[in-house]
């Protein structure tokens, strides 16, 4: 989207983001992520404001540019992590899987990806009395009745089956890490050729060295929704809204599902980080 276009009377000043000016509006405006577009609330009186109604916030007086359609954004209060690379995918789609398989081809971008994390969101729940369990006391004949928190509840875009497997997935990372690279790859390659069966993960498990029972416990018991709800938070943080896309260094979002594009942007992040280093 060119903005120019769309307005061609838009007057534009660019403002460094170090500049005090911009640093009083990134603190009025708690502008967490750059490049920010900010324009005067007259805009919406435009005709053309129909055309970019739909990709623009309104904070107080002013509407910002949705970062979410740049194809880079870059996160300056976020502590760097220099050499990580984290995915944001769903887990039973197909394109985001063959991206996947492709970074796993190249074999910088292997070493540097520590992290998959999911677009699953939390559903909202409507207040209601608390659930109570029953629990033994010391006492001989004596219950205690406890409050007790109400299940969470996940969607996503593919049901709760993409959510069955974000949880496996998960569980096998947090409990048998050195095979999770191993049965990711299994599973995806399973997606990827439209083997979408319940039991397609036992096989991947089985494939692995798997133990498929503790992968059950673990997805039935709580700990499964633990770690997802773990997991999105990040996913939440930077309203992440399309997949797949990339996080390079704790710092810069890449919108993008080609591995080559990704590795551009590692090149260039990698000489500014070598000058800003140099600098100090």
């Known amino acids: 989207m060119i903005l120019s276009r769309i307005f061609p009377k838009l007057e534009i000043e660019k403002i460094s983001w170090d500049a005090s000016s911009a640093k009083e509006l990134i603190e009025k405006y708690k502008i967490a992520a750059l490049p920010a577009f900010i324009f005067s609330k007259e805009i919406d009186q435009s005709l053309r404001y129909i055309r970019v109604k739909d990709k623009l916030i309104l904070k107080e007086d002013h509407y ?16 760097e ?41 939390m559903e909202k729940q409507l207040p209601s009395p608390p659930m109570l369990s029953l629990q033994s006391s010391d006492q001989p004949n004596v219950l205690i009745l406890k409050p007790q928190a109400p299940p969470v509840i996940f969607t996503s875009r593919k049901g709760p089956k993409e959510i069955l497997e974000d949880k496996r997935q998960l569980c096998v990372s947090r409990d048998a890490p050195e095979k999770y690279w191993g049965y990711l790859l299994c599973r995806s390659e399973q997606i990827i050729k439209g083997n979408q069966q319940e039991d397609g993960w036992e096989l991947c498990a089985q494939q692995t060295n798997l133990k498929t029972n503790q992968i059950k416990t673990c997805v039935a018991d709580g700990k499964g929704a633990q770690f997802l709800l773990e997991n999105i938070s990040l996913t939440q943080t930077l309203k992440i809204k399309s997949t797949p896309c990339f996080l390079i260094n704790n710092k810069w979002l890449i ?18 980080t070598n000058i800003n280093h140099k600098d100090k």
């Open 255 to 272: 919108n993008s599902a080609d591995p080559a594009v990704v590795r551009g942007h590692i090149s260039q992040i990698q000489q500014i």
């Open 81 to 121: 992590k220099e050499g990580q690379l984290a995915i944001f995918m769903e887990s039973l789609n197909p394109q985001d899987n063959h991206t996947l398989q492709q970074i796993f081809k190249i074999q910088e971008l292997r070493e540097a990806l520590t992290k998959v994390h999911f677009p699953a969101q």
């Open 64 to 79: 910002f540019l949705n970062p979410q359609f740049f194809r880079t954004v870059y996160f300056p209060n976020r502590e």
